[in-house]
T-cell receptor
C-alpha cells in the first residue's frame, strides 16, 4: 500500500530560524515520484519540488533544501532562515501511477502547518 | 493565477439545493481530478478524468456527480449534500508527458 506520513502536525518558529519538515513514505514500487506542495491560507496547492526514486541527490533552491534518503524512505524539507511568508501548510506526496496509463495518482500526507512569527 | 481556475471560490448551500463547481484549465493537460480536503484529513481523491473519460471513482457518494465535457473543463454537480460534505474541493490537472499536478485555488463549500 502507498502511504505518506508527516508526523509533525504543527511547527512554530521565530523568523530566521531554520526548520525541517519530515516526510516518510511507504511504497512497493521501484519507480515513483515524491513531491512537496505548499498551501497558503488562500487554499491553492503550490508545487515546490518533484524528485524521482532514482535521484537521491539533495537539492537546494534558495532557502529551500530537500534531503531524499531511500534507505530510510524519507524526503525531508528544510527551510533556512524562515520568513513570515513561509507560514502555510506543507504537504508531502507520493506519485505511484505510471505515466503511460494517462493519469497520475498522488497520495498525500496529512500536512504540517508551519507558523513563522516575527 | 495558477493555470487552473475554479469557481466559485466560496459556496454556501442548503441540504436540498443543487449547485455545481466548475474547473477550467488551458494548460493542454490531458487529465483532470477532483480532490476533497476536509479539516485535519489528508486530501482525498474523488474522481479522475483522462481525455474526458472517467477512469477513477473512489467510492464517492452519488450526491456528487462529475462531468467532463471536454479536456479543458470539469464540473462537480452537487445535490442533497450533508453537513459533513463541507470541505475545500480542489481541482487539478496533469500533463501526459511528465509527472506533477497543477492545482486550482479550490472552492470552499459549506453545507448548512
Amino acid at each position: 500500500a502507498q502511504k505518506v506520513t508527516q508526523a509533525q502536525t504543527e511547527i512554530s518558529v521565530v523568523e530566521k530560524e531554520d526548520v525541517t519538515l519530515d516526510c516518510v513514505y511507504e511504497t512497493r514500487d521501484t519507480t515513483y515520484y515524491l513531491f512537496w506542495y505548499k498551501q497558503p491560507p488562500s487554499g491553492e496547492l503550490v508545487f515546490l519540488i518533484r524528485r524521482n526514486s532514482f535521484d537521491e541527490q539533495n537539492e537546494i533552491s534558495g532557502r529551500y533544501s530537500w534531503n531524499f534518503q531511500k534507505s530510510t524512505s524519507s524526503f525531508n524539507f528544510t527551510i533556512t532562515a524562515s520568513q513570515v511568508v513561509d507560514s502555510a501548510v506543507y504537504f508531502c506526496a507520493l506519485n505511484y501511477q505510471e505515466l503511460l496509463k494517462g493519469f497520475q495518482k498522488l497520495v498525500f500526507g496529512t500536512g504540517t502547518r508551519l507558523l513563522v512569527s516575527p | 493565477e495558477t493555470g487552473v481556475t475554479q469557481t466559485p471560490r466560496h459556496l454556501v448551500m442548503g441540504m436540498t439545493n443543487k449547485k455545481s463547481l466548475k474547473c477550467e484549465q488551458h494548460l493542454g493537460h490531458n487529465a483532470m481530478y477532483w480532490y476533497k480536503q476536509s479539516a485535519k484529513k489528508p486530501l482525498e481523491l474523488m474522481f479522475v478524468y483522462s481525455l474526458e473519460e472517467r477512469v477513477e471513482n473512489n467510492s464517492v457518494p452519488s450526491r456528487f456527480s462529475p462531468e467532463c465535457p471536454n479536456s479543458s473543463h470539469l464540473f462537480l454537480h452537487l445535490h442533497t449534500l450533508q453537513p459533513e460534505d463541507s470541505a475545500l474541493y480542489l481541482c487539478a490537472s496533469s500533463p501526459r508527458d511528465s509527472y506533477g499536478y497543477t492545482f486550482g485555488s479550490g472552492t470552499r463549500l459549506t453545507v448548512v
